[in-house]
């Protein structure tokens, strides 16, 4: 039976490894969300990896952790702590709780945020082009949680893994940026930012565009960086994921 002191060290153990994990990711969230790459933060392409290996609570406090430090570190304005904060802890969590299988919140998620977004008379005045991506990620929220034990590495198949990893990174890059519409529109902060419905509408195309960029980037991103780090991980057996 092990003495009170061996569970003592093996608790402090368990502590001191999540502070170091929420550390280093945290860490690497706020060097990719700096700066303004190639296109947008880089941030938002590591979300799946992090809620992959982190598991929907430590994702969650490494996503807000990051998000909170790197706006403040650029001196953003108040509306950006928020679509950057709320969007990028949604994105890590569904990816997280895909990761184990678990679709039912991510679905929630996303039926209530779609259906706010069209039940505003601005939602149904945007084209329908520009939310194909959410749309898609809907429906592929529960075949994603059926790949899980590829991801995770309780089943092995190399196709089916990176599939997992593909699917899992689509949907919660785009459940970040759906979140980031259900702020914009349902919650009402374009009435901060712009003063017509054109003006809206104009920045919306602009950034639906720019969304679908954002889906290739990060589909190719989880096949030639995610999947190799999993991959490396569940061979050399150095980690157990998700940690939580």
Not at 88 to 104: C, M, Y
Not at 137 to 148: C, E, T, V
Request: glycine content about 10%; overall charge positive; hydrophobic content about 55%.
């Amino acid at each position: 039976m092990e003495s009170r002191r061996d569970v003592s060290e093996l608790h402090f153990e368990g502590e001191r490894k999540f502070v170091a994990m929420v550390s280093v990711f945290a860490a690497f969230h706020v060097i990719l969300d700096i700066g303004m790459y190639p296109f947008r933060r880089w941030a938002i392409y590591v979300e799946p990896l992090e809620g992959i290996m982190l598991g929907p609570k430590m994702g969650l406090l490494t996503a807000l952790i990051g998000a909170f430090i790197s706006r403040a570190v650029v001196g953003a304005n108040f509306l950006s702590f928020i679509y950057g904060m709320a969007a990028e802890s949604v994105g890590v969590v569904i990816a997280g709780l895909l990761a184990k299988g678990r679709w039912r919140i991510p679905l929630g998620l996303y039926v209530f945020m779609l259906a706010a977004y069209f039940a505003h008379p601005y939602g149904r005045r945007m084209p329908i082009w520009t939310m194909l991506d959410c749309l898609a990620g809907l429906f592929l929220i529960y075949p994603s949680s059926r790949l899980s034990r590829y991801v995770l590495g309780d089943k092995v198949g190399a196709g089916n893994l990176t599939l997992g990893v593909l699917l899992i990174s689509f949907v919660a890059t785009v459940g970040d940026s759906l979140t980031r519409v259900f702020l914009l529109v349902p919650a009402g902060l374009y009435k901060l930012e712009f003063e017509t419905f054109e003006a809206l509408y104009n920045i919306f195309i602009i950034g639906a565009a720019g969304s679908y960029i954002e889906d290739g980037i990060v589909s190719i991103i989880s096949v030639i960086v995610t999947v190799p780090i999993l991959v490396f991980i569940q061979r050399t057996k150095i980690l157990k994921y998700p940690i939580t």
